[in-house]
């Protein structure tokens, strides 16, 4: 079982990339997204670096946090590491006869071969690529959620047209009453990965948001699946296959990776007031929660949820719309409720920590 490492061996700045270096990046579209936007996402042939085309504060953001004299370096370690930016004018060279080549999804182009695309995918604002670590790399039957934290999803460069819609939508979903809002992700289940589509996503409400919790740290008999509810067949039925202390051994992995992603984000949570306190407005970020295989250890399939040996984490991701409040202006804004989401989170994993405690006690009784 292993969480990701939260140091690096190189400093920051020698992992930046160098122009030469975006010069020759062949990345894809990325394949596991949980959430945002489409075309903005790519991914580097050995998957271990993720390119996203976004506005120029996300970059500025990953260069505070790389800055240990900046309030943002409070959340280092706690965020995907980051490989430096580069504006997407650099690659604005690209001929039209490239780009024609497009429709072969799953080949790893230079990124002046995908600039269309990322183009169409994105608004004028998006003038950068950021490189970032793959946070999920060498993780395989994935699970993972991006949990869109806040109670005010817009920030102080909002119009007021767009700071109705999004307030409105914040009471329309989880997000005003508790903090947080499902934005999507996967599950990985017997063999199987289903999305969590946004019915499912959409339809949470601050008294099944409990729901959302056991699909992704489901208990040995949760019956959690959005498309088990629809075809009538339930997790439980695979798990008759099992022996007691097959069954013991898994629901030890889950209650061991729930519990520890419930101290990583209390972790976060302690930086995440650090930086409000020191006025930085947090608004759009989301809790990103993943766990799976590790795709590097010897896996011989002895374990039902994740081969046997584990890998998890929880980051805090999507900084586009993270900034400092400034003082008067900005009175009215102090709230941004990501405090709150993560305090929601927290307790939903402490839920879950409850729920898969008092089943390996069950199970336990039934080994011995
Ligand atoms: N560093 C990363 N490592 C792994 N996955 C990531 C990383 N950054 C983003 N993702 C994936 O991409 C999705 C969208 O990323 P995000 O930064 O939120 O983009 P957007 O601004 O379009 O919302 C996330 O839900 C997550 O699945
Ligand atoms: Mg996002």
């Given at each position: ?20 270096d ?11 997204q949980?959430?945002g936007h ?19 504060t996300?970059a500025?953001?990953?260069e505070?946090?790389d ?25 604005a060279?690209?001929?039209d006869?490239?780009?024609?080549a ?5 080949q ?8 269309s ?8 604002k ?11 790399h ?12 806040g ?19 914040a009471?329309?979903?989880?997000s ?15 063999g199987?990965t ?6 499912f996503?959409k ?9 959302g ?10 019956n959690?699946l959005?498309?088990?509810?629809h ?13 007691p ?7 030890k ?19 995440v007031?650090?930086v ?7 608004t ?7 766990h799976?295989?590790n795709?590097?250890s ?8 994740n ?9 805090l991701?999507?900084?586009?719309r ?5 003082d008067?202006?900005?009175d009215?804004l102090?709230?941004d409720?990501?405090d709150?989401g ?12 409850k ?14």
């Amino acid at each position: 079982m292993s969480s990701d490492t939260e140091t690096s061996s190189r400093s920051s700045d020698s992992s930046y990339l160098t122009p030469s270096d975006w010069q020759e990046l062949r990345v894809r579209p990325y394949q596991h997204q949980a959430a945002g936007h489409r075309d903005t996402l790519y991914e580097t042939k050995d998957g271990g670096i993720i390119v996203k085309a976004t506005e120029r504060t996300e970059a500025d953001n990953y260069e505070h946090i790389d800055n240990k004299d900046h309030v943002l370096s409070a959340l280092k370690g706690y965020t995907p590491r980051y490989h430096g930016s580069i504006s997407r004018s650099f690659f604005a060279s690209s001929d039209d006869q490239e780009n024609q080549a497009l429709d072969s999804d799953g080949q790893y182009r230079r990124l002046s071969e995908w600039e269309s695309r990322s183009r169409t995918g994105t608004c004028d604002k998006n003038d950068t690529y950021i490189a970032l670590e793959n946070v999920v790399h060498g993780t395989e039957n994935l699970t993972h959620v991006d949990i869109k934290l806040g109670t005010r999803l817009w920030n102080r460069t909002a119009i007021l047209k767009k700071r109705e819609r999004m307030d409105r939508e914040a009471k329309e979903t989880t997000s005003a009453s508790t903090g947080i809002k499902f934005a999507g992700g996967d599950i990985y289940h017997h063999g199987r990965t289903t999305p969590l589509n946004q019915d499912f996503c959409k339809n949470l409400t601050s008294e099944t948001l409990h729901e959302g919790f056991s699909t992704i740290f489901p208990s040995i008999d949760d019956n959690i699946l959005p498309h088990d509810k629809h075809s009538g067949s339930s997790s439980t039925d695979y798990n008759d296959q099992m022996t007691p202390s097959q069954k013991l051994e898994r629901e030890k992995d889950m209650l061991e990776i729930v519990s520890g992603m419930k101290d990583r984000t209390q972790d976060i949570c302690k930086s995440v007031e650090m930086v409000k306190k020191g006025g930085w407005d947090l608004t759009g970020t989301s809790l990103y929660l993943y766990h799976g295989g590790n795709k590097s250890s010897d896996d011989d399939g002895s374990s039902e949820v994740n081969g046997g040996d584990s890998r998890w984490g929880a980051k805090l991701i999507d900084l586009a719309r993270v900034g400092p409040l400034v003082d008067d202006v900005d009175d009215q804004l102090l709230e941004d409720g990501v405090d709150l989401g993560m305090d929601t989170a927290v307790s939903k994993m402490k839920e879950r920590e409850k729920a898969l405690q008092q089943s390996c006690d069950r199970l336990s009784k039934m080994v011995v």
